[in-house]
């Protein structure tokens, strides 16, 4: 699976196709979600693998730079993902189990460089 991206909102406009790296037979929604950070680096969900996963990409060499992973299960879905301006963003997920607590609930600040 792949997702694409293509920006018009600059005059020098990419396109981009990434890879999805845990193609999952059937699809699993990657692409469902994708946000292009202030430093240009590109944030795709993948949210119907065994466990939601989110992968940042480097736009300009359109290598995978890492992924975070959430808990195991269908009911742990990514319910968003925000860009912030310093380059980071946030993800949000409202079934996460934390620790004991199942469905607790999840907020993730991650550094998007």
Same mark, same amino acid.
């Given at each position: 699976m792949c997702t694409k991206i293509n920006t018009k909102t600059n005059p020098h406009s990419f396109r981009w196709e990434l890879r999805d790296p845990n193609a999952a037979v059937g699809g699993n929604l990657f692409g469902a979600i994708t946000i292009i950070l202030p430093n240009g680096n590109i944030v795709v969900s993948s949210t119907l693998n /065994?466990?939601?996963?989110?992968?940042?990409?480097? +736009?300009? =060499?359109?290598?995978? @730079?890492?992924?975070? #992973?959430? *808990?195991?299960?269908?009911? /742990?879905?990514?319910?968003?993902?925000?860009?912030? +301006?310093? =380059?980071?963003?946030? @993800?949000?997920?409202? #079934?996460? *189990?934390?620790?004991?607590?199942?469905?607790?609930?999840?907020?993730?600040?991650?550094?998007?460089?």
């Open positions: /065994s466990r939601w996963a989110v992968y940042i990409y480097n +736009p300009y =060499n359109k290598k995978l @730079i890492g992924g975070i #992973y959430g *808990d195991t299960g269908a009911a /742990s879905q990514i319910t968003g993902i925000t860009a912030l +301006p310093n =380059n980071n963003f946030v @993800i949000a997920s409202l #079934y996460d *189990d934390v620790n004991d607590v199942v469905n607790a609930g999840s907020v993730r600040l991650i550094n998007g460089d």
